[in-house]
């Protein structure tokens, strides 16, 4: 059995792709691009047993209802740890981390985000697990193909083996030095795709937030075990300081390592994004459902029912979902999560 444990992280509320993502159903357990869900494709690019040993899923207890079933064909092995709150990305890999053996290699992996080139991924999975076995911590370097402003970056150091040294980490550029990183050629953007060697990222979790690794590990021993579903004790996982794995481990740590992935990827972290990923006509328009758009360019129509009509308005998305609608120019799309109504559903 091949010890690269795929670590699918189901957190996230989705909240800037409403009405169609929603709190209580967010964007990893709806079909957004294609038949599958983005977490159904995510365990399917891991569904290859030559390569990927069974996953372990995070998800939070009011998303299981989701998780379970639309896993159940693709990774029937699955193990489950139930978060009873989310407390970011750290805590949760250590959960995972613990959960595993030792020296099983960890494949980090968003339950949301779409990747285009399947086979570019697992080789990349491949070579981030040859650096993480010889205790490096493994960022997935994403071939940056624009000067995005919402996105983290990583620069490359030396060469290393089957990737690269981190040189650096740097925060969400605006967007006069996003265009610098790109005519650099030695940034990429941070996916938040990592590998690590499960007892490697502990000690380096131990090194740099000793006090939330106690923590987790109290939470972990302390767990309900049912069947395929771990549960961490509630009292100790409420004690833990919640932090994102880059703040908490990857910035800090002096073996942190990447591999390119040009693997055609996209985080779908708004509605734009996800109608980059959407097959479009001629003139850029996209539609999903009824609609017809007439006199006009760069514009989609999402709706699950009504037959929507857009004329003469470039550059917008309409979206139907039930008795929600939202009209946004697409350079506007990041203020959908703002909306009261979006973040109370």
């Not at 703040?247 to 800090?252: G, I, W």
């Not at 073996?255 to 996800?274: E, K």
């Not at 009504?306 to 008795?323: F, L, Q, R, S």
Request: net charge negative; proline share 6%.
């Amino acid at each position: 059995m091949p010890n690269i444990v795929p670590v699918v992280l189901c957190g996230g509320s989705g909240t800037r792709l409403w009405p169609r993502s929603r709190v209580q159903r967010p964007k990893p357990y709806i079909p957004l691009i294609g038949e599958m869900t983005l977490y159904q494709a995510t365990l399917q690019r891991c569904a290859q047993p030559e390569i990927f040993a069974a996953p372990i899923i995070i998800v939070g207890e009011k998303h299981l209802e989701f998780a379970q079933p639309q896993a159940a064909s693709i990774s029937p092995n699955a193990r489950f740890i139930v978060e009873p709150i989310g407390r970011n990305t750290a805590p949760a890999i250590a959960l995972a981390a613990l959960t595993a053996e030792p020296d099983d290699i960890l494949l980090v992996c968003p339950s949301d985000h779409h990747i285009l080139d399947v086979e570019a991924f697992r080789s990349a999975a491949i070579a981030a697990a040859d650096l993480a076995r010889d205790e490096w911590l493994v960022s997935f370097g994403i071939a940056a193909t624009a000067p995005e402003t919402g996105y983290g970056y990583i620069r490359r150091g030396e060469p290393l083996g089957s990737g690269y040294r981190v040189h650096s980490f740097v925060e969400k550029p605006d967007l006069a030095t996003a265009l610098s990183f790109l005519a650099d050629g030695n940034y990429a953007w941070n996916g938040g795709i990592f590998a690590y060697r499960a007892g490697t990222f502990l000690s380096e979790l131990e090194i740099h937030r000793p006090e939330m690794a106690a923590a987790v590990r109290s939470a972990w021993y302390e767990a309900q075990r049912d069947g395929e579903c771990i549960r961490p004790n509630p009292d100790c996982f409420a004690a833990i300081k919640g932090e994102s794995v880059d703040y908490a481990v990857m910035e800090n740590t002096a073996h942190a390592a990447m591999v390119d992935a040009s693997m055609g990827w996209s985080d779908i972290g708004n509605w734009d994004a996800l109608m980059q990923q959407r097959k479009a006509d001629a003139v850029g328009n996209v539609i999903y459902g009824p609609g017809e758009i007439i006199d006009a360019t760069g514009t989609m129509i999402d709706s699950d029912g009504p037959h929507v009509t857009v004329i003469g308005a470039d550059n917008i998305v309409v979206v139907v979902d039930g008795e929600d609608i939202l009209v946004t120019a697409r350079d506007a799309v990041q203020q959908v999560g703002k909306a009261s109504r979006c973040r109370s559903q």
